[in-house]
Each structure stands twice: as structure tokens, then as C-alpha cells.
């Protein structure tokens, strides 16, 4: 059964940090893109980050450039979300997603994933 993972979320200060880490299990997502999307209440899931399956490229909302950092470890069939000087907009149910595997040169929000996590609740306070 191929299951992702989130942890991490939390209660944080607006300014201060959290790290996200999803875990995948039960097949191996080395060949995936894998991205992080959120949902805020009352709002539609948003796109938030993306990684190929190489780690060689990497893509950002606009609202999140220069604060939050995707990587992945596929070694630990694993990726992760830095983000740092949050905002209280960035609150929000976190997702982790992967594709079905293509080795992907490249990702764009319309090709969408196949693979969900159930999220990780991520609060900032002000």
C-alpha cells in the first residue's frame, strides 16, 4: 500500500521556522516529481513547491520564493519543506505529493500528482 507521510507542523511564531518532512512508503518515488501543497480554510489547495525526481530542479509559488527550500533524500524515499520567516497567510493544511514516476526533466502545476498525503497542520501566530 503506498502511503505519504507528513510531520513537522506545528504552532510557530510569524518570523520563525518549521521543517516538513514526508515519508513514502510502499514502492520507491526516486523516479517521482514530488511537490507540497496547502489548504487554508475556506480556500481551494494551492500549489507550493516541486522537485524532480533528480532533485535538479526545483519550482515555487511566488507567495513562498526565497522562504521556503524543497529537497529530497531518495535514499530515505523522502522530500522536505524548509520554511523559514512564516507569515501568518502561510497557515494552512500542508500536502505532500508524488507523481507516478516518469524521470521527469521538468514540472509544471498542470501536470498534476497521483499520490496524496492526509496533510500536516502548519499555524502561524502573529
Known amino acids: 500500500q503506498v502511503q505519504l507521510v507528513e510531520s513537522g507542523g506545528g504552532l510557530v511564531q510569524a518570523g520563525g521556522s518549521l521543517r516538513l518532512s514526508c515519508a513514502a512508503s510502499?514502492?520507491?518515488?526516486?523516479?517521482?516529481?514530488m511537490g507540497w501543497f496547502r489548504q487554508a480554510p475556506g480556500k481551494e489547495r494551492e500549489f507550493v513547491a516541486a522537485?524532480?525526481?533528480?532533485?535538479?530542479?526545483?519550482y515555487y509559488a511566488d507567495s513562498v520564493k526565497g522562504r521556503f527550500t524543497i529537497s529530497r533524500d531518495n535514499a530515505k524515499n523522502t522530500v522536505y519543506l524548509q520554511m523559514n520567516n512564516l507569515k501568518p497567510e502561510d497557515t494552512a493544511v500542508y500536502y505532500c505529493?508524488?507523481?507516478?514516476?516518469?524521470?521527469?526533466?521538468?514540472?509544471?502545476?498542470?501536470?498534476?500528482?497521483?499520490?496524496w498525503g492526509k496533510g500536516t497542520l502548519v499555524t502561524v501566530s502573529s
Open positions: 505529493a508524488a507523481d507516478r514516476g516518469l524521470y521527469g526533466s521538468s514540472w509544471r502545476p498542470y501536470y498534476g500528482m497521483d499520490y
Open positions: 510502499g514502492r520507491t518515488f526516486s523516479s517521482s516529481a
Open positions: 522537485i524532480i525526481w533528480s532533485g535538479g530542479s526545483t
